[in-house]
């Protein structure tokens, strides 16, 4: 007996492993020796390619592609129509499977709708990528990243809010009141 939920409209291929509690909506394709850990969303509308591996409690909007390569870490939130790329240079005429790339997205990371994720290209621990952006470069943790191509304009929370530095690099997030420090361009949870 299966413990997690899908839709009567999702195809899910032999050999997955799908972890407890985890919800599979509308007309999506789970396709062969991925992972999905346990409270997983997937919203409808969604691929999930083999070998990729999600994390637990991986929320994923309607309308993504996670393509084999793609390692999602826990608690990484995935935009509506957001969209990962696995070959730097595809063409329809040129097989290149052997040239797929991997991209992890790190924990607590957070992916807004219809940005593009170029392979190759890591998310750092709770970064926040802005909607529509284009990720062309790696993401540094707690990092918040815009535009085509993205561009990092400030750093955020483990709550997603954006975090102001003093002179003496120091920043509290409003909501949780944790304590970060800015030290050598990389932010780092004190408290």
């Known amino acids: 007996m299966k413990d997690f939920f899908a839709h009567e409209t999702a195809i899910i291929d032999a050999d997955c492993t799908i972890g407890k509690n985890s919800k599979i909506w509308h007309f999506s394709h789970i396709m062969s020796n991925c992972v999905i850990g346990e409270k997983c969303n997937i919203g409808q509308n969604v691929v999930v390619s083999p070998k990729v591996i999600l994390g637990r409690n991986v929320k994923v909007q309607n309308n993504v592609s996670i393509y084999t390569g793609v390692i999602c870490e826990d608690d990484v939130f995935l935009g509506p129509s957001m969209v990962f790329t696995n070959v730097i240079n595809p063409r329809s005429a040129v097989l290149r499977r052997d040239q797929y790339q991997q991209t992890i997205v790190k924990k607590g990371a957070s992916i807004g709708a219809n940005a593009t994720i170029i392979c190759g290209n890591n998310i750092g621990e709770y970064a926040l990528i802005g909607a529509g952006s284009v990720i062309t470069k790696e993401v540094l943790p707690f990092a918040l990243v815009v535009g085509n191509p993205g561009k990092q304009i ?38």
């Open 154 to 191: 400030g750093w955020v929370s483990e709550y997603g809010h954006r975090l102001n530095f003093d002179k003496n690099n120091m920043a509290i997030c409003p909501e949780s009141k944790d304590k970060y420090q800015l030290k050598d361009s990389l932010v780092i949870k004190i408290s």
